[in-house]
């Protein structure tokens, strides 16, 4: 592998698989460990590279003096994992969200600087290629500045199988889980700085009491507004939106598989390391939600397969970008920044600035007033001044 550098993986889940995928096929990384108490998952990976698993992180950093160790653990567990790496003069890429609460996060972005190493956080849903495609046709000019950003994203996520701390707000949720997803994509999208959230949480499922849905109404430095809408309830679909109706038969169909499953006596986290979400493939959703920008003289909003729409009264055009996206430029921009020094986007300020939106729907909702932002310090560095030419799909 030459001078690629040399990654070690702590938490080797299935969540890990895109993030492996990318490292392997990037060129510039070499997979040597993985850290897990399962032994399962630890004869997977040797199954897979032949040696280097391990069920002490202590023992890993002696033994193979990673370059880079990504943390694909519980989120409770991302600050100390990150801080022991980073000790190390390892460089981190730590799994979304970046910690529990903000000052875990302050201090794992101190800690980096402290070690002169790169954090990063897996905030791939701002480089999905739909999103990139927005970006494109927004920084276009043609269509204007966004003045209101809306997210949508209806799902079944509350009634997929779960560890019990995912649906836990204390240390998961839908706020925390999914709301890190949500605010990375607006984040990519929006014009200024967030300085102001007014939010609500939804608990609508008295089977499963706690946060399933939330909405957050954003100000933006510049005066525009963003709103972020999320519900998990298995209802409304946002597929629908860009896929078309549903077949009847399939609305609801994870939620009726979880009860079925759930009054059969099972045991829920066995189901979801063994045989994975409950839902047919016909429910997998075509977007990843639904994005839409209304710009001073235009608007634009996802569309299928990695491209996006945009309308202006010239007409109405759908548009995609090439090059590398998701998890891929996730990847990509670690590489670029260890190697070559160039301040990453999804660095641990941007996970810090996601975090503090979902803590502040939280917040907001509690109080039932609206709460100010203090840690939205906007970028316009690596992937989103990348001036990615459009392709023209259709008219």
Known sequence: ?????????????????????????????????????SQLARHQFEEKFGSGAYDSMDRMLDDVEPDV?????????????????????????VEKPIALDLDEAVHMIAEARRHDGVLMVNHKRSADREVLAMRAAIRRGDIGTPRWTSRLHFSDWMYRWRAAEERDPAVGGVVLRQGAHEFDILRGLLPSAPVRLRGWVGDLADELPGEGAYSAW?????????????????R??????????????????????YRQHMQAGADEYRLKQTVGHPRAPELLEDLYGFSFAMCGAGDVRTAPNGSAWVYGRSGRRRVTVDGPAGT???????????????????????????????VAVRESAMVGEAVQLQHQAFTADGFLTDDAPLRSLEH
């Open 236 to 257: 409304f679909r946002s597929d629908e939106l860009t896929a078309g109706l549903l077949p009847p038969g399939l609305i609801g169909a994870t939620h009726r598989t």
């Open 1 to 37: 592998m030459g001078d690629a550098l040399r990654v070690a993986i702590v938490g080797y889940g299935l969540a890990v698989a895109p993030v492996e995928r990318a490292f392997l096929a990037h060129g510039g990384f070499d997979i040597r460990a993985c850290v897990d108490p």
């Open 69 to 93: 160790v990504y943390v694909a653990t519980p989120t409770r567990t991302h600050h100390d994992l990150s801080v022991q790496a980073l000790a190390t003069g390892a460089s981190v890429l």
């Open 218 to 234: 954003i100000e933006c430095s510049d005066g525009s507004m963003a709103t972020s809408v999320y519900s998990g309830y298995d």
């Open 328 to 358: 891929d430029l996730i990847v990509a921009e670690l590489h670029e920044a260890i190697r070559h020094g160039t301040a990453p986007a999804h660095d641990g300020s941007w996970g810090l600035a996601c975090l503090e939106l979902c």
